[in-house]
């Protein structure tokens, strides 16, 4: 990977978090959590209260009775989450973030210059105060050294890889360990019910393919994503895909909207997501007819996981922002705002 | 649609065919014929020979015997069918062309400049010696006063209202009545052995998709098309979808395999086109392991349909070109070429 460019944006002028997105859970397990749970709670971990009974009560509006309004045909039932900070730990940064960090020691042999050179030097010397500073261009020349200049094909490699042996720095667990057990309650009650479940995710579409089957039990064709621009080339007679140094598709905020209805086509009836990047899918969303979930969830349990916000006077964040203007939003268009600290009783399926 | 601007290419620098396509049936008749030729002969408007044994020979391989190589998993049945000239006719103009030149002429009395304005002064004569010569930036103009400058939503409705109302100049048929029956039948057997079909469309995506559920059982998440800029704006407090006058996605040529593995991200096992702009999905569909079907149709039936190549030594044509390197191609390649006039019994239902 010669002489990596910096990663350019396209056509969205919005921050992008192509960096952005990481989560573990033994393979077979989502299905046999699944059977567990219609057994007994579908949300054992939920406590109860709105938020809980928000889900409950939109699948029953939407699929008990044939005869009822708010009745949903099983072709329209569409259901959208976003992924970093929806259903799986974000901080300290997004996980595709986390991939790309490890990415640039990983080539560092190969790039001596990086020793000498910015933003790779800073990455190099695990300097978290120099990371914090980052700019988007700084993150754009890391996107361009690390996730392009390789075949799909490799770069899924890469990913898998990575995924199955890198360590969140405070859980010490893979992150794919570090999703929520209640989204994957509400994923699998969803399913059980008839509903098809699209990740969009302001972070790469690959890079989550290349986990999401095994984590969530979501299959490639079901993952919007952000993307690059991939060129089409014959290597001898066998055709690849290289992922080009360029943006293609920003799928976070407007974006969002746009790729739901480029990807799917459809309107959806039930979208999650926990940040401002999240807020036209919301928006889209509700603007259809009928019942509709709307969901936040909101980072204020430190103790077990993180708090940040600001609103209701949370520690601000560049990773996964929820503004005032976000909650006051969500109070105005009746969004459910998840407290972690209060509607879950588990965050994590180790606890 | 005050000023409408030409539409601006994108990033890929080909011809662009999102003028490009347009199909009759009676709803619920697709389910109704599918369950009719599973009892009988499933390609029954085929004759015998090697194209309709080269579709009976994947499907067995590929779903009858689960202990065998070349059986594929239900989930990764993927077929990726082109639309125009290949499910239903092109000429004289791919459907999307047709639909846009009657859209000039829907929209004339709001453009009283174009009576003197190229290309629309010549759209609006009817001179068929001009449009046979219109550049692409000609088309560009002309996409970009008819495909864009509305809500997607208010799109969705005008293309629906054309097709069910718009005749095709020779045929005097709606342009859905001229879907390939044999097409039909492939698409259902393939159907009824677990295989999700895709329609992958140089033409535009929403307008394929304003049609197709009805026309081809196929829903709106499985085509996948060019497509244009889209804005996302609030009026009021209601969200919409503008349509911009600026390409976004080229889903023609090479961006038909980068298109399969943006929507998919799973490689096809069938894919079936008929031009040059399919060349690249079904290289990328024949690079896959195990037993693939890659087929082209070739018209060559000009007292049925209409006969132009030059492969062959049929006539050159702009639409739906298939040249004799693509011929070439066909064969050192082993890629299935049907002849309409020798492997088709009947080409439409009305026959």
């Keep these: 990977m010669a002489n990596p460019k910096p990663l350019q944006t396209g056509r969205v002028g919005r921050r992008s978090i192509l960096l952005g997105v990481a989560t573990t859970i033994a393979a077979g397990s989502v299905a046999q959590r699944a059977q567990a749970q219609m057994a007994g709670d579908p949300l054992a971990s939920w406590n109860d209260g709105p938020a809980k009974q928000a889900v409950l009560a939109f699948v029953q509006a939407t699929t008990s009775d044939q005869a ?49 050179q910015e933003p790779f030097k800073s990455v190099l010397s695990n300097d978290p105060a120099a990371l914090a500073k980052f700019t988007e261009s700084d993150w754009l020349t890391i996107a361009g050294a690390t996730l392009a200049g390789m075949t799909e094909q490799e770069f899924g490699k890469i990913v898998t890889h990575w995924i199955e042996s890198a360590k969140h720095p405070r859980f010490k667990r893979r992150y794919t360990e570090l999703v929520y057990q209640p989204m994957l309650e509400v994923m699998n009650l969803l399913r059980a019910n008839g509903f098809r479940i699209y990740i969009v995710t302001g972070g790469g579409q690959d890079f989550v393919r290349a986990y999401a089957q095994r984590v969530y039990g979501i ?47 459809k309107r959806p009836y039930a979208s999650i997501g926990n940040s401002n990047g999240d807020r036209e899918m919301l928006e889209w969303t509700g603007a259809g007819s009928g019942v509709r979930l709307k969901m936040l969830v909101y980072h204020d349990d430190a103790a077990r996981e993180y708090a940040y916000g600001p609103a209701g006077g949370l520690p601000d964040t560049k990773v996964g922002t929820f503004p005032q203007s976000l909650m006051d939003e969500a109070k105005a268009r009746s969004w459910t705002v998840i407290s972690m600290k209060n509607d879950w009783k588990h965050i994590f399926a180790f606890e």
Tied chains: 1, 2.
């Design 219 to 265: 299959p490639p064709e079901q993952i919007i994503g952000s993307s690059l621009v991939t060129r089409y080339e014959l290597k001898g007679d066998k055709p690849e895909l290289m992922r080009l140094p360029k943006l293609f598709f920003n799928s976070d905020n407007d974006g969002k909207a746009i790729g739901i209805n480029m990807f799917i086509g």
């Design 68 to 116: 009822s309004k708010s009745f949903v045909a099983p072709e329209d039932r569409i259901a959208t989450f976003d992924q970093d900070g929806t259903l799986w730990v974000e901080h300290p940064g997004y996980g595709q973030a986390m991939f790309a960090l490890d990415r640039v020691h990983a080539l560092a042999l190969q790039h001596p210059e990086w020793q000498s």
